[in-house]
């Protein structure tokens, strides 16, 4: 049995778990729940905000004068397919991988293949890994499923890419789960390892965006998007936080 963690507690002992994705069910069994945030300890990383576009939602500069390199750092975290049955979120430019394989499939698979030809950042020393998530709906039978992955440095040297997959076919109610590209800070900065970590979750958005943007470390927490998509079909929530105005 995993332990539950305390979603509070882990971000709020944590001063750098860097982009964070959160996946489960609400408490009350009703819907579907989507954290991602961002952070930043570099003041091109601090200089994003995000930005909801139809079909999806970009990382965009907050202050264009200063972006001084967009590699890595602007890409689409959230996309969902045409049909609006599976999104898509990811802390990189994988998520329009992912997109393109899901597309390119009649069937919805494609999240392991999209993942198998891309590997961690090329920023070393940190090697930053990368994260992706997938939720397929079932709307007329109230029902989802979700998968998450890390693709992660094997040595610390950039020489070996190692994948990891975590299928959830049967989410319980008021149970998430919590991937992060650092374990915490440092120099370099240690990769995320073991399983991901199990969260209560509860009843709604704001509620999960409270939790989350209240206890990021002020310093370095740069941006939040949370969706909440209600399993009778009825209209998504969405919930985005911008440290910068």
Known sequence: MMAMYDLKTLLSENSYPGRG????????????????????????SRNRIFERFDGGMRTKAFDESKLSDPHLIIYNPYLTTKGGNIDIITNGD?????????????HN?????????????????????????????????????????????ADGRGESCRRYY???????????????TYKCDGNPIPSFFGEPEEVALPNTAKELA?????NLNEDNKVS????QIPLDGS???EIIINKNK
Not at 210 to 214: G, R
Not at 224 to 227: D, G, I, N, P
């Open 21 to 44: 994705i959160v996946i489960g069910k609400s408490a009350d069994g009703k819907s579907a729940m989507i954290a991602y945030f961002i952070m930043g300890r570099s003041v091109n």
């Open 166 to 180: 975590f299928n959830y076919n049967a989410p319980e109610n008021g149970v998430g789960h919590f991937i992060h």
């Open 224 to 227: 939040l998007f949370v969706r």
């Open 109 to 153: 698979f494609g999240f392991e293949e999209a993942c198998d030809v891309r590997e961690f950042e090329d920023d070393a020393p940190n090697f930053t890994p990368r994260i992706s998530g997938i939720l397929y709906y079932c709307f007329p039978r109230n029902t989802f499923a979700y998968k998450m992955s890390i693709l992660k440095s």
């Open 94 to 106: 994988q998520t329009n991988t992912i997109y393109d394989y899901i597309n390119k499939n009649e």
């Open 210 to 214: 409270d939790i989350c943007w209240e």
């Open 235 to 237: 209209e998504p929530t």
